[in-house]
């Protein structure tokens, strides 16, 4: 048993040693050496790292190696998903911090988890079905539906009436990133609300395209109305 904690131990800190990596790109390189089932847990863990970067790290790493899983055999992947959806359960006894965020990862990179897994994620951010109450944690389930909507926005569209009720959110961030995701998905019911928030130069963390970057509310509330008016015409 000890023999186990010791390989366990050093296989997290192996996982971690490369997510700490300078290059995002030497990153995903290095952990899909891991073996796939091995690297889960470890990334999983990490989701909680008290370093924003991991954190992030972890969660793009989750969206390669799950996808990874399920070319080799769909079964095993639907099991991580299933596991991230019982980490977000009150049962589970504990925050899915980060879990949100890894789901989406994964559904962006493989269509067919998409398709079986991106209702759940929507039911995070409605109000009417498995809404996430707290401010800070609903942040990453608006996050991870604008993830989905920028490659698979048709498997998010039900979404558009909850996250447009989220653009009255007194939480900045969960503003922003439901702008950030209406804009993603085309819903065009949200046009009035954005161009009332356009002047909002509250600034809210959004990670895109492998970084971690700043954007205010307002400057999100524009592209998001940009999106919708490249659509239109």
Known sequence: MAEKRTGRRALKNQVLEILSQ????QVLAQILQVPLKKAVNPLIGLLCHQDEKIRWRAVTALGRVVPAMAESRMEDAREIMRRFMWHMNEESGG?????????????????????????????????????????VFRRGAVWGVGRIARIHPKLVQDAGPALAALLDCPDAPNQGLAA??????????????????TDDKTMTPLFLDGELTQASVGDLARQALEKLEAAAS
């Open 22 to 25: 300078n290059s995002p790109d």
């Open 95 to 135: 925050i899915g911090w980060g879990v949100p965020e890894a789901m989406a990862e994964v559904m962006a990179n493989h269509p067919g988890l998409a398709r079986e897994f991106a209702k759940i994620l929507v039911s995070y951010v409605d109000e009417d079905q498995c809404f996430l109450e707290h401010d």
């Open 180 to 197: 950030w995701a209406v804009g993603n998905m085309g819903y065009a019911p949200a046009a009035d609300k954005l161009r009332a928030m």
